[in-house]
C-alpha cells in the first residue's frame, strides 16, 4: 500500500516562531488531508488539498502532487498550536480509504 | 449544529469480554468510518459504512464488526478482546465514500478503549 512519511518527527518552538511541516508519499494521490491532533485527542481536519495551496489564517498548506509531497506551514506559533500534526492520503491505486503518515508532535514553549 | 459525536468516552474492560462502542455522524452524513489509534501512532482505517452497507473493511481480524442504521449512526463491535485491542477509537463522518474527491473526513473525539 501506500507509504506516508512525516518530518521532523517531533518539533520544539518558542511562541511566535514559524515551523513547516513535510509529508511525503509513494504514489499518486487523489485525496490529502492535514489533521491537527490536541493533547485531547481530538482530530480536527485542517485542510483538504490534494494539489495546489490553501491559506487559513496562520495556517497555510502547498501539495505538489508531481512531486508527490505536501507542506503545512506555521505562523507565529501559538501555545494552542501544541499537538500532533497528521497528513493523510488517499492513494489512486489503493483501496480508496485515507492512509495517515507518522505524524509530527508539535510543542509550543510559552 | 452538533459534530461527530462518540460514546462512550472511556472505557475499561477484560480480556475476553466483548464492547460496543457507539457514533452518530455529522447532521447530512451519510458514510462513517471507523479508525483505530495504538499510542504514538496515526489512525489505522478499520471500516467504511456508506448508506448501511459495507464499502471498505481494513486489515482487521473478524473479532470486529460494524454496523450502520437508518438515522446513519454507527456502532463497533469489538468481540474477544486483547490486551493489544487497546488504543483511542475513532468515528468519522463524511457526506459521500471516502476516496471521491473532495471528500473531507470530520472526526470524533474518540472513545477511549482500555483492555486489562
Known amino acids: 500500500g501506500i507509504q506516508v512519511e512525516q518530518s521532523p518527527p517531533d518539533l520544539i518552538l518558542q511562541e511566535g516562531a514559524n515551523s513547516t511541516l513535510r509529508c511525503n508519499f509513494s504514489?499518486?494521490?487523489?485525496?490529502l488531508q492535514w489533521f491537527h491532533q490536541n493533547p485531547w485527542g481530538q482530530l480536527i481536519n485542517l485542510f483538504y488539498?490534494?494539489?495546489g495551496t490553501k491559506q487559513n489564517g496562520r495556517l497555510s498548506a502547498t501539495t505538489v502532487a508531481t512531486e508527490r509531497y505536501s507542506l503545512l506551514y506555521i505562523s507565529s506559533s501559538q501555545t494552542t498550536d501544541s499537538g500532533v500534526y497528521f497528513c493523510?492520503?488517499?492513494?489512486?491505486?489503493?483501496?480508496?480509504?485515507?492512509?495517515f503518515g507518522t505524524g509530527t508532535r508539535l510543542t509550543i514553549i510559552p | 449544529d452538533a459534530g461527530v459525536t462518540q460514546s462512550p468516552t472511556h472505557l475499561i474492560k477484560t480480556r475476553g469480554q466483548q464492547v460496543t462502542l457507539r457514533c452518530s455522524p455529522i447532521?447530512?452524513?451519510?458514510?462513517v468510518s471507523w479508525y483505530q489509534q495504538v499510542l504514538g501512532q496515526g489512525p489505522q482505517f478499520i471500516f467504511q459504512?456508506?448508506?448501511?452497507?459495507?464499502?471498505g473493511r481494513g486489515n482487521f481480524p473478524d473479532r470486529f464488526s460494524a454496523r450502520q442504521f437508518p438515522n446513519y449512526s454507527s456502532e463497533l463491535n469489538v468481540n474477544a478482546l486483547l490486551l493489544g485491542d487497546s488504543a483511542l477509537y475513532l468515528c468519522?463522518?463524511?457526506?459521500?465514500?471516502?476516496?471521491?474527491?473532495?471528500?473531507?473526513?470530520?472526526f470524533g473525539s474518540g472513545t477511549q478503549l482500555s483492555v486489562l
Open positions: 468519522a463522518s463524511s457526506l459521500a465514500v471516502t476516496g471521491g474527491r473532495n471528500e473531507k473526513l470530520f
Open positions: 504514489d499518486s494521490v487523489n485525496n
Open positions: 488539498i490534494p494539489s
Open positions: 493523510a492520503v488517499i492513494s489512486n491505486f489503493g483501496n480508496e480509504k485515507l492512509t
Open positions: 447532521s447530512g452524513h451519510k458514510s
Open positions: 459504512y456508506y448508506e448501511k452497507e459495507e464499502r
